[in-house]
């Protein structure tokens, strides 16, 4: 079965730094584009960035741009999102994704990150 | 890149038709036929139902159908039922290389 799963749910303070991690299987990970997609609570999708099958491409939205960085780690199929220092705006659920034929699919189960002091 | 236009919510009776539009522009929806449309049910990840402006996965009801004209996207469902109540969301390639989005709709099964 292809599948994504995401890790689990955080709670973080203002300034931290995260990493989450989305490990993918059932598939040939080198071979696809990941992407990662924010929704805040009570709002829409918001298209973030995706990375390369080797990693030489990155592409970010431009929201995101320097706010976030996305890599991937081929050994372990394994796609990540980091933060350097959290705000409590970015308090969201994140989705990882597959992208294939131009759509996203499968979508991991979310991660939710809560940024509180 | 400003967000796909959706409308914030459509409303149907059970067997009615609708049509939830995504307008965007010459530097992506007109541009390329990149276009898909994921079904959010609440407290579910997003599923894609199509891509390609008018293709349907294997296993999605031939309920759903996609088409483009100009700048404008568009996503019908017939014969509405009561587990088509979800937000959905259209996306579009873009001419800088990235996606985006539509706002989202609330589809209300009335």
């Known amino acids: 079965e292809v599948q994504l799963v995401q890790s689990g749910a955080v709670l973080k303070k203002p300034g931290e730094s995260l990493k989450i991690s989305c490990k993918g299987s059932?598939?040939?990970?080198?071979?696809?584009?990941i992407g990662w997609v924010r929704q805040m609570p009570g709002r829409g999708l918001e298209w973030m960035g995706l990375?390369?099958?080797?990693?030489?491409?990155?592409r970010y939205g431009p929201s995101f741009e320097g706010q976030v960085t996305i890599s991937a780690d081929k050994s372990s199929n394994t796609a990540f999102l980091q933060w350097s220092r959290l705000k409590a705006s970015d308090t969201a659920m994140y989705y990882c994704?597959?992208?294939?034929?131009?759509?996203?699919?499968?979508w991991g189960q979310g991660t939710l990150v809560t940024v509180s002091s | 890149q400003s967000a796909l236009t959706q409308p914030a919510s459509v409303s149907g009776s059970p067997g009615q038709s609708i049509t939830i539009s995504c307008t965007g522009t010459?530097?992506?929806?007109?541009?390329?036929?990149?276009v898909s449309w994921y079904q959010q049910q609440p407290g579910k990840a997003p599923k894609f139902i199509i891509y390609?402006?008018?293709q349907r996965p294997s296993g999605v009801s031939n309920r759903f159908s996609g088409s483009k004209s100009g700048n404008t996207a568009s996503l019908t469902i017939s014969g509405l039922q009561a587990e088509d109540e979800a937000d959905y969301y259209c996306?579009?390639?873009?001419?800088?290389?990235?996606?985006?989005f539509g706002g989202g709709t609330r589809l209300a099964v009335l």
């Open positions: 996306c579009s390639y873009t001419r800088s290389d990235t996606w985006v």
């Open positions: 390609g402006v008018s």
């Open positions: 010459s530097s992506d929806v007109g541009r390329y036929n990149y």
């Open positions: 994704a597959r992208q294939g034929n131009y759509v996203l699919d499968p």
């Open positions: 059932g598939f040939t990970f080198s071979n696809y584009w």
């Open positions: 990375i390369s099958p080797d990693k030489s491409d990155i």
